[in-house]
């Protein structure tokens, strides 16, 4: 482009140049004022560029651009496996926190490398697919209580242009009518609730049980569905049937939404007359069966990520509990001493009187 073109602010096509206004914008050429000649529809457009620009104030030097194709060349070191993730937590991590957490969780592969991109967002590189994928398929996953949000590579965006929308879980819809219990009807009462991915049906794509259990990946911008709502032609009825997430992270028991507890809610609801918030923990989260186990009888504590915290701590501050917990430590130490027999009652030794015989 020659710069009799630049100060014209024309092209041979006769489209308004915009070079032009970036020069003006630069110092290079000085203002003029558009021509007669010029239509109103390219003063506008000019005008708005040569704004634009002026906001900018780049200089010629910064406006030229380098054109590259967006594909990842194997030579410049993309990495082959790798996903991006964010912590939904309320403070930053460190990147060691992070990867103390996550390394065990995944399993300890080998080759495994963790890198943070941000506030509480890393990249983990596998040197395997096979590690990728099973990572991929086992989410979610948590660091402490919180939610890591998983999300696919992509070497033509920054870090900060990532998009953590979406989290997979495994879901169930209970109680349904066995007509629903398939992988036709069912999935597409499913995908209400995300878009689905795995059905666990059978050979026949039949489900069998108290509920349709199916994998989805639900929009974590939004609230957590309760219910789903399906009317019956033939009995022309409205029903709700309740849906209920496995290993469910951190979630509000007030907006539903994950990433927070109650206690931090910006818009906290109202409690039922049972003193429960519209989405009390129990109602959505299915109690993990392994922790059932390894906690015996007493299965409350763990039972649902979001409510651990407070279950675990409850008592403490307590007086009763305390005094409790004291009296019981007492009692042990009064019984940690020298045991009798009850056959052989322990004999008392009699201190004999001064100058008796």
Same mark, same amino acid.
């Given at each position: 482009?020659?710069?009799?073109?630049?100060?014209?602010?024309?092209?041979?096509?006769?489209?308004?140049?915009?070079?032009?206004?970036?020069?003006?914008?630069?110092?290079?050429?000085?203002?003029?004022?558009?021509?007669?000649?010029?239509?109103?529809?390219?003063?506008?457009?000019?005008?708005?560029?040569?704004?634009?620009?002026?906001?900018?104030?780049?200089?010629?030097?910064?406006?030229?651009?380098?054109?590259?194709?967006?594909?990842?060349?194997?030579?410049?070191?993309?990495?082959?496996?790798?996903?991006?993730?964010?912590?939904?937590?309320?403070?930053?991590?460190?990147?060691?926190?992070?990867?103390?957490?996550?390394?065990?969780?995944?399993?300890?592969?080998?080759?495994?490398?963790?890198?943070?991109?941000?506030?509480?967002?890393?990249?983990? +590189?596998?040197?395997?697919?096979?590690?990728?994928?099973?990572?991929? +398929? #086992?989410?979610?996953?948590?660091? #402490?209580?919180?939610?890591?949000?998983?999300?696919?590579?992509?070497?033509?965006?920054?870090?900060?242009?990532?998009?953590?929308?979406?989290?997979?879980?495994?879901?169930?819809?209970?109680?349904?009518?066995?007509?629903?219990?398939?992988?036709?009807?069912?999935?597409?009462?499913?995908?209400?609730?995300? +878009?689905?991915?795995?059905?666990?049906?059978?050979?026949? #794509?039949?489900?069998?049980?108290?509920?349709?259990?199916?994998?989805?990946?639900?929009?974590?911008?939004?609230?957590?569905?309760?219910?789903?709502?399906?009317?019956?032609?033939?009995?022309?009825?409205?029903?709700?049937?309740?849906?209920?997430?496995?290993?469910?992270?951190?979630?509000?028991?007030?907006?539903?939404?994950?990433?927070?507890?109650?206690?931090?809610?910006?818009?906290?609801?109202?409690?039922?007359?049972?003193?429960?918030?519209?989405?009390?923990?129990?109602?959505?989260?299915?109690?993990?069966?392994?922790?059932?186990?390894?906690?015996?009888?007493?299965?409350?504590?763990?039972?649902?990520?979001?409510?651990?915290?407070?279950?675990?701590?409850?008592?403490?501050?307590?007086?009763?509990?305390?005094?409790?917990?004291?009296?019981?430590?007492?009692?042990?130490?009064?019984?940690?001493?020298?045991?009798?027999?009850?056959?052989?009652?322990?004999?008392?030794?009699?201190?004999?009187?001064?100058?008796?015989?």
């Amino acid at each position: 482009m020659s710069r009799e073109e630049i100060a014209s602010g024309k092209t041979t096509s006769g489209r308004v140049n915009p070079a032009r206004n970036l020069a003006i914008a630069s110092g290079d050429l000085p203002q003029h004022k558009a021509s007669s000649s010029s239509s109103p529809s390219d003063t506008a457009f000019g005008d708005n560029v040569a704004e634009m620009m002026g906001k900018l104030r780049l200089t010629a030097q910064e406006s030229e651009a380098f054109v590259f194709e967006d594909a990842c060349d194997e030579d410049l070191g993309c990495p082959a496996w790798a996903i991006v993730g964010k912590v939904l937590a309320p403070n930053p991590l460190h990147i060691s926190t992070i990867t103390s957490a996550l390394r065990p969780a995944w399993g300890n592969p080998k080759g495994l490398v963790i890198k943070t991109m941000g506030k509480n967002r890393f990249m983990a +590189e596998f040197a395997t697919e096979a590690d990728l994928i099973r990572v991929k +398929e #086992g989410s979610p996953w948590t660091v #402490g209580t919180h939610a890591v949000i998983l999300t696919e590579f992509d070497p033509s965006l920054g870090p900060a242009d990532y998009s953590f929308e979406k989290s997979c879980f495994w879901v169930r819809i209970l109680n349904l009518p066995f007509g629903l219990m398939n992988d036709t009807r069912g999935k597409m009462l499913a995908g209400h609730i995300g +878009e689905v991915g795995q059905m666990d049906v059978d050979e026949q #794509g039949r489900a069998w049980g108290e509920y349709l259990r199916f994998r989805a990946s639900v929009n974590i911008t939004q609230p957590l569905m309760r219910f789903v709502s399906v009317f019956s032609q033939k009995r022309q009825q409205l029903e709700q049937f309740s849906v209920m997430y496995e290993r469910l992270p951190t979630f509000c028991f007030s907006c539903g939404l994950l990433g927070h507890s109650s206690t931090a809610c910006p818009t906290p609801a109202e409690r039922d007359a049972d003193g429960l918030l519209p989405y009390h923990g129990p109602h959505l989260c299915v109690p993990d069966e392994r922790k059932k186990k390894a906690s015996g009888t007493n299965s409350s504590h763990g039972s649902f990520a979001s409510d651990r915290g407070s279950r675990h701590n409850q008592g403490r501050g307590d007086p009763k509990m305390q005094t409790n917990s004291s009296a019981k430590s007492q009692k042990g130490k009064e019984t940690s001493g020298e045991v009798t027999s009850p056959e052989k009652p322990k004999q008392t030794r009699q201190r004999k009187p001064r100058g008796g015989r």
